[in-house]
């Protein structure tokens, strides 16, 4: 079983930055795609960002420039550097792991493990 727990949500003006972290627990952390998702109040959930095993990225247009994914393998922890953020960024934030090997980037349905979620205010 994988486990993951989200930190970094809050509340931020328009034009700041924020950091989130999902420290992964169990299996292997090397061989999983890893991704964030996020969702707003009557809205479909989103892909945000993935990154493989290898390291390779990619991100949704409304946020290319803008976020970064990044992964720790030491310390099984990958994170979501949110730059410039806007008010249409409120969500809630999920990571979600799983298995790479397949086709690229993962659909919402490969990935077998998720957070609990950390909500991203932006105000303006």
């Known amino acids: 079983q994988v486990a993951l727990v989200e930190s970094g949500g809050g509340s931020v003006q328009a034009g700041g930055s924020l950091r989130l972290s999902c420290a992964k627990f169990g299996y292997s952390y090397i061989t999983y795609c890893m991704g964030w998702f996020r969702q707003a109040p009557g809205k479909e959930r989103e892909g945000v960002a993935q990154s493989d095993s290898d390291g390779r990225t990619t991100y949704a247009e409304s946020v290319k420039g803008r976020f970064t994914i990044s992964r720790d393998n030491a310390k099984n922890t990958l994170y979501l550097q949110m730059n410039s953020l806007k008010p249409e960024d409120t969500a809630m934030y999920y990571c979600?792991?799983?298995?790479?090997?397949?086709?690229?980037?993962?659909?919402?349905?490969?990935?077998?493990?998720w957070g609990q979620g950390t909500q991203v205010t932006v105000f303006s």
């Open positions: 979600a792991a799983g298995v790479c090997g397949g086709r690229w980037p993962l659909a919402p349905g490969d990935f077998g493990y």
